[in-house]
Nanobody, 114 residues
Framework: QVQFVESGGGLVQPGGSLRLSCVASTFTFGSYTMAWYRQAPGKQRGLVAIIKSGSATNYVDSVKGRFTISRDNAKNTLYLQMNSLKPEDTAVYYC????????WGQGTQVTVSS
């Protein structure tokens, strides 16, 4: 069964930065489009950023210019560098393939607050 283990979240002040990591197991990581998703309290989980197997990237408008998605295929690891964080970025962040598999990790909580 595919597993995703996210880490790197925490409490940060507005304008701060965090770097999230996600280790994926049991599939050929480098062959797939990967994505970061997030779920804010009371809202549905939604897409944040994607990175294709060839490393082309795309972002939702709300994070463009602030977040950077990257991958290390040798380590089966996905990253999300988040800069200039805003309170509206507060959410649980998850990684998965795109389209997403039915199996999700536990996510990592990001809280942006003063």
């Amino acid at each position: 069964q595919v597993q995703f283990v996210e880490s790197g979240g925490g409490l940060v002040q507005p304008g701060g930065s965090l770097r999230l990591s996600c280790v994926a197991s049991t599939f050929t990581f480098g062959s797939y489009t990967m994505a970061w998703y997030r779920q804010a309290p009371g809202k549905q989980r939604g897409l944040v950023a994607i990175i294709k197997s060839g490393s082309a990237t795309n972002y939702v408008d709300s994070v463009k210019g602030r977040f950077t998605i990257s991958r290390d295929n040798a380590k089966n690891t996905l990253y999300l560098q988040m800069n200039s964080l805003k309170p509206e970025d507060t959410a649980v962040y998850y990684c998965n393939r795109l389209p997403a598999l039915s199996s999700w990790g536990q996510g990592t909580q990001v809280t942006v607050s003063s």
